[in-house]
């Protein structure tokens, strides 16, 4: 499923301009990313790295039971970049009673 996501979002990604060089991640490619997951229909919020479990910043999109995490970095010259191979796909399938 993971790999399912990111060719899709990279599909997205390259047809709105951005080739295969996502940096100004915050600036740019998140709210692409963003504008992505509300069209399909996610809620999404941006999760600061004290928060996440990568340790990065991330946008977190959730939909129903499904949760996809995007981290996004500095590289070594201080550009924020998105990585996709750091995307995460979870399922939250809880019940209530316990």
């Not at 399909?40 to 996809?68: C, D």
């Not at 924020?80 to 019940?95: W, Y």
């Amino acid at each position: 499923m993971k790999l399912e996501w990111i060719s899709r979002l990279e599909q997205f990604l390259e047809r709105n301009d951005f080739g295969k060089n996502w940096d100004g991640a915050y600036q740019d490619a998140v709210p692409t990313l963003r504008q992505f997951f509300h069209r399909a229909g996610f809620r999404t919020h941006i999760t600061s790295e004290w928060e996440s479990p990568s340790r990065h910043s991330e946008l977190v999109a959730t939909k129903q039971f499904l949760v996809v995490r995007i981290p996004w970095a500095e590289d070594y010259n201080g550009k924020s970049l998105v990585d996709l191979n750091a995307l995460e796909v979870q399922s939250q399938r809880h019940h209530a009673a316990e």
